[in-house]
């Protein structure tokens, strides 16, 4: 049985409660990275090989057990080339380096604005520049999202670059059935929108979704932060995030007051819920290639490099979000988007993300296996958690799930604490620390941490 890694979130098969996969971040702050490494994950996933999830760590001092335990270390990365993620990609680099085993890259990216134009880039090439020396050290080549980011590593000197696109709509192999369900959208139609924070407070999406909004009653907004999941869940309004209020996500918006909004945790809930929707649109690239996949029609608002070079690759219908008025109707993206390209294109795409993993010794299930049965019938046994949903009710039965967290919480974070104690009476530095201060009450430290959001909760039931 040959085992490979996998960098991801959590594997395809873990169920895990929504507290807890708010706590863990389980979707390493962006839900649509589990969206891609599912499918790397069902796609290597073959009678011979096993594939298990590192979650997401990229710890040197595990090198020397990855290269004794696993065959391969697969890596789907999104854009990773940018300069807020060179610290992690420095970490990658230094344990990747340490690796004895394939190192195999699939659908990285690098993100400058729309025009295309690396300069942003150029304080983070050595950083790339030694991830991508490491990685064609251990593999035949490198597979990256699009044009642009191919061109800016041949522009450093790499030859073996592919452009395969994103794992994630491959995750039904040959398969991929967009259509177009009712003729036109109405004030009936259930229409999905999705975006950044960035996109709603600088790139004019908060008026555009305002408009839809007040356009369509079956409106729904699907966040993919963590912090947009932790708003809905925990009104927990810490992180920086907060401070913008346009987006549906926050406690202040009109649509999280309707609970016209969502988060999910797992791509499964998330395409299931999608194939009852007519449309999907907004700048987020995977949250409408979850509608893609779902079979529900989508157009990307493109404001990136990232989603620009993707969506021309696959063929994905998309418009300039510098281009769209601020009273942009879905309606008129439904009526023009066309997706004869992204399917009659999709087989030799496909044909070329295989022929990829093949150039670097990685079977696939759709070639090698059962086009991922196995997988399927598994995952349908597995009761996965809703999509998170805004936080409205202040009664024992909303409130109990979340308490019951807090109580373990504790209750781990005594018994951490103790341990902790133990540790510093043995250690004998001298200093006052060592010595056995009184630590902060375990208590106090969980109060602090979910008491704003439960009294903000309270608060809100009263109103």
């Given amino acids: 049985m040959k085992r490979i890694l996998i960098r991801s979130g959590k594997n395809p098969y873990d169920v895990v409660p929504v507290e807890e996969s708010l706590q863990r971040d389980v979707i390493a702050t962006n839900s649509g990275n589990l969206i891609f490494s599912d499918a790397t994950h069902k796609l290597l996933e073959t009678p011979?090989?096993?594939?298990?999830?590192?979650?997401?760590?990229?710890?040197?001092?595990?090198?020397?057990?990855?290269?004794?335990?696993?065959?391969?270390?697969?890596?789907p990365l999104a854009n990773a080339f940018r300069p807020s993620f060179e610290p992690q990609l420095k970490r990658l680099t230094r344990l990747i380096e340490r690796l004895k085993i394939p190192v195999v890259v699939a659908g990285v990216g690098a993100q400058t604005g729309l025009n295309y134009d690396p300069a942003r880039l150029k304080p983070i090439e050595p950083s790339v520049r030694g991830f991508v020396s490491?990685?064609?050290?251990?593999?035949?080549s490198i597979g990256v999202r699009g044009e642009f980011t191919e061109q800016y590593l041949k522009d450093m000197?790499?030859?073996?670059?592919?452009?395969?696109?994103?794992?994630?709509?491959f995750m039904y192999g040959k398969e991929l059935d967009v259509r177009k369900r009712t003729p036109e959208l109405t004030a009936e139609s259930r229409i999905a929108v999705n975006g950044s924070h960035n996109a709603v407070q600088k790139q004019g999406l908060g008026k555009v979704i305002a408009h839809a909004h007040a356009r369509y009653p079956h409106l729904r907004f699907i966040g993919q932060n963590l912090s947009d999941a932790r708003q809905l869940h925990w009104r927990d309004l810490s992180d920086p995030n907060a401070k913008v209020k346009a987006i549906p996500t926050h406690p202040d918006h009109p649509m999280?007051?309707?609970d016209k909004v969502r988060v999910y945790i797992d791509p499964i809930t998330w395409i299931d819920d999608l194939?009852?929707?007519?449309?999907?649109?907004g700048s987020r690239i995977h949250g409408n290639i979850a509608a893609l996949l779902a079979g529900t029609p989508a157009?990307?608002?493109?404001?990136?490099?990232?989603?620009?070079?993707?969506?021309?690759?696959?063929?994905?219908?998309?418009?300039r979000i510098d281009q769209v008025p601020a009273d942009l109707d879905p309606a008129k993206l439904y009526e023009e988007a066309d997706f004869g390209g992204l399917m009659s294109g999709h087989?030799?795409?496909?044909?070329?993300?295989?022929?990829?993993?093949?150039r670097n010794g990685l079977r696939n299930t759709f070639t090698h296996g059962d086009s991922g049965a196995a997988f399927e019938k598994r995952m349908s046994k597995l009761s996965f958690p809703a999509g998170v949903r805004p936080w409205l009710e202040a009664d024992l039965g909303s409130l109990a799930s979340r308490m019951a967290f807090m109580q373990r919480h504790i209750t781990e974070l005594t018994l951490d604490n103790e341990r902790l104690k133990r540790d510093l009476a043995r250690a004998k530095t001298g200093s006052r620390t060592a010595a056995g201060l009184p630590a902060p009450s375990v208590y106090r430290r969980a109060r602090r941490v979910v008491g704003a959001p439960i009294r903000r909760a309270l608060q809100s039931g009263r109103q």
Avoid: M, W
């Fill in 48 to 75: 011979d090989t096993e594939v298990v999830s590192n979650g997401i760590k990229s710890l040197v001092s595990e090198a020397a057990r990855i290269n004794e335990e696993y065959d391969a270390f697969v890596v």
């Fill in 134 to 140: 490491a990685v064609l050290d251990r593999s035949a």
């Fill in 157 to 169: 000197g790499f030859r073996d670059v592919e452009t395969i696109g994103c794992p994630s709509l």
């Fill in 256 to 258: 999280y007051q309707e």
């Fill in 275 to 281: 194939r009852d929707f007519d449309f999907s649109f």
């Fill in 299 to 319: 157009t990307v608002l493109v404001g990136d490099s990232r989603t620009l070079e993707l969506c021309r690759y696959f063929e994905i219908p998309h418009v």
């Fill in 347 to 358: 087989h030799e795409r496909f044909e070329r993300f295989t022929g990829f993993l093949d």
